[in-house]
């Protein structure tokens, strides 16, 4: 039988992870230490991986498909196929960022201060990279955790992963600049991309997932419209495309849907019961195939 090796990102990035891929359809169990969870699709095999070492063995072949962040693709400077960009994180529906950060009292205020200064991260290749863009000369080592930590006491700046900076914020640290932005990113070896099934079962979860990552940020609306309303409640609903307009059978008037930003409905539904519409309906949205 066919068979997809398929990676699932270890640690922060996990829980979010596997609600992206239950709301895509694939419903992942995973039980105490074990690095084997059960998903419910008998073609793929599931593995947990962490993020930094993803790339790697997708390249090498032993995992077909993964998610993983760009930044350790970057890191790893792996060879390999980006079927597609995922945009979530631990927290939000947003880029994270690696940043240098400093002492709040630092007398570093540009990235060209960092010349001759020491910079810990575990995103050492990708660091020197950006200073030796920039001409810069810095001891950059790496970290194998709480990076936070040390500066100023052990070294004079550190570059960190970040989803809004208030965690460096909190920790006495400011940010002087970004090094990149890095997305989750659905990655395939060459081999499984040269494979014909495995494509299709790649290129199938890659709509799925997508669909679901743009769900997470979208609701439906259904409402009735009086007759002689319609053009007043259309006038106030964005749409993906057009709103789905249906006549009423029992009564005068239409029976109306549309999907929007979650962030929208709380504003918009009043304006839409102030126009006259009627029985309105907000649903989650599991996914949203464009």
Known sequence: MNNLIFGIPKGSLQESTLQIMLSAGYRVETSGRSYYPAIDDEEITARLIRPQDMSRFVEKGPVDAGLTGADW??????????????????????????????????????????????????????????????????EVEFSHGATETKAPDLVDAIVELTETGASLQAGGLRIVETVMESTTQLIASHRAWDDSW????????????????????????????????LDKVLALLPSLRKPTISTLTEVSGYAVETVLDESVARELIPELKHAGAEGIIEYPLNKVVL
């Open 198 to 229: 495995k494509r299709t079962k790649i290129e199938n979860m890659a709509m799925l997932l997508e669909g679901a990552v743009v769900g997470q940020s979208k609701v439906g609306l259904k409402m009735n419209v009086p007759e002689g309303l």
């Open 73 to 138: 693709v970057a890191e790893n400077e792996s060879d390999i196929v980006v079927v597609t960009e995922l945009i979530y994180a631990k927290q939000r529906l947003v880029p994270v960022r690696w940043v240098v950060a400093v002492p709040q009292d630092s007398s570093i205020e540009r990235v060209e201060d960092l010349q001759g200064k020491t910079i810990s991260t575990e995103l050492v290749n990708v660091t020197e990279k950006f200073l030796k863009e920039r001409g810069i000369e810095a």
